[in-house]
């Protein structure tokens, strides 16, 4: 059974860092182009980085180009994302994700963490 486990969020200051992790189980990690997602009240997911199957290509939206590092460690079947030079507007709840097909029973997420960013 394909489970996708977030952890790491919480409470940052504006300026501050966070790494979020995405713990990965029941499918093929190695094999997997992963993203990580991003939502806040009243919006739609809004795609943040994804990084290829084998960790050597990365691609991050242009708001986060520069400060979101996003990366994987196969041997572990972990994800994460390092956050730095936090703005307010990156509060949401982080989704971390994977796609393996053409169906939406293809298409898989976490629970999702928290990150506010306040003083």
């Known amino acids: 059974q394909v489970q996708l486990v977030e952890s790491g969020g919480g409470l940052v200051q504006p300026g501050g860092s966070l790494t979020l992790s995405c713990a990965a189980f029941?499918?093929?990690?190695?094999?997997?182009?992963m993203n990580w997602y991003r939502q806040t009240p009243g919006t739609q997911r809004e795609l943040v980085a994804t990084?290829?199957?084998?960790?050597?290509?990365?691609n991050n939206v242009p708001t986060v180009r520069g400060r979101f590092t996003i990366s994987k460690d196969n041997a572990k079947s972990m994800l994460y994302l390092q956050m730095n030079s936090l703005h307010y507007v990156a509060t949401a709840v982080y989704y971390c994700?994977?796609?393996?097909?053409?169906?939406?029973?293809?298409?898989?997420w976490g629970q999702g963490t928290q990150v506010t960013v306040s003083s």
């Open positions: 990084i290829t199957s084998n960790g050597g290509h990365t």
């Open positions: 994700n994977v796609d393996m097909g053409p169906s939406n029973e293809d298409e898989y």
């Open positions: 029941g499918f093929p990690f190695s094999s997997e182009v």
